[in-house]
């Protein structure tokens, strides 16, 4: 009995197996043959296919753009970041012996690491080597200018250096102070909000993206209404029906990003040439960075998402009210 139920499960493996291996082989050469049918067809449309990959690729390339700005300008910041620098302007009538010794007080402080005194007559001195403007100085009553204390703190939050500046404005020899960094705060507060500004527009554009495609991939099944359903009348599955149309937004969604990582990269490639020459006469080793082969690849990959994301959408609503009557 039991080598006659060997026999029999032993006999029925094979056909089982074979019909999985055909069913695999089936669903792959569908696959293959829909992919290359629906880029045929793409293609065969010229015209009307480059303008909706343009469409997309402008759609991508804008926020992608402006995000390569932002890191570029977020690039320079920290090439022009230096250390703190608290310039303490002291009352008019501030002797010189005391703004020294007030120097040297604050130099002993714990949140400071030096300062340095800068005497009112030196200070005209350069002003005036540096603005030409020697016969207005000779002019002058007397010196306009204060002493100036030039103080360095210690490495420290934004908050812990205002203050700072807040506690030596307080002190009656002081009649102002400067906090140096004060443009480099105002700088990382504008740049976060061009991020916040470039993600809101990038989700937009993206969702206006998945949104062009459905329409694409609407107007596609629409002019494939009657193969639709003879497919289906034949005992076709809605995944049959739904593989080349799918592949149909693969392609546009994948042209769209390669046009994207294209206008990108053109774009770096106008500019590099007078940013750099910018940078060159402030004598800056700044340079214009674009899109690596990485990030490029990305873009690519994040545009075929897209063109799936508005195909699969666009099937799931409309290839249900597609039934043979």
């Given amino acids: 009995m039991s080598r006659k139920t060997a026999k029999s499960t032993g006999g029925n493996a094979r056909p089982r197996t074979i019909r999985w291996v055909a069913r695999w082989r089936g669903w792959r050469r569908h696959h293959s043959q829909s992919a290359a049918d629906s880029l045929a067809k793409v293609v065969s449309q010229p015209v009307s296919s480059c303008m909706t990959w343009l469409v997309i690729g402008i759609a991508i390339a804008l926020p992608t753009g402006l995000w390569v700005v932002l890191g570029n300008v977020s690039q320079l910041g920290e090439q022009l970041e230096r250390p703190a620098q608290l310039s303490l302007f002291l009352q008019a009538e501030q002797p010189v012996d005391e703004a020294r010794s007030l120097a040297l007080a604050l130099s002993q402080r714990e949140n400071i690491q030096s300062t340095e005194f800068v005497d009112r007559d030196d200070a005209l001195a350069e002003f ?41 404005e307080s002190l009656p020899e002081v009649e102002e102070a400067l906090l140096d960094t004060l443009w480099l705060q105002r700088l990382q507060s504008l740049m976060t909000l061009g991020r916040r500004a470039v993600q809101l527009l990038a989700v937009l554009l993206l969702a206006a993206v998945v949104l062009v495609l459905g329409n694409t991939i609407r107007l596609a099944i629409e002019s494939r209404r009657d193969e639709i359903i003879i497919v289906k009348l034949v005992g076709g599955s809605d995944a049959f029906v739904r593989r080349p149309l799918l592949y149909t937004g693969l392609w546009f969604g994948l042209g769209g990003g390669a046009v994207g990582a294209i206008l990108v990269a053109l774009g770096t490639f106008l500019l590099a040439s007078p940013v750099n020459a910018l940078s060159a006469a402030y004598q800056s080793s700044f340079t214009l960075q674009g899109l690596g082969l990485v990030d490029s690849l990305q873009l690519v990959l994040l545009g075929a998402f897209l063109g799936l994301a508005g195909a699969w959408l666009a099937v799931a609503r409309h290839l249900k009210a597609i039934e043979p009557r």
């Fill in 128 to 168: 005036v080597e540096r603005s030409g403007m020697g016969e207005l100085a000779k002019g002058l009553p007397q010196n306009p200018l204060p002493h100036l204390l030039l103080v360095v703190p210690v490495p420290a939050s934004p908050e812990a250096l205002s203050e700072l500046r807040q506690n030596l």
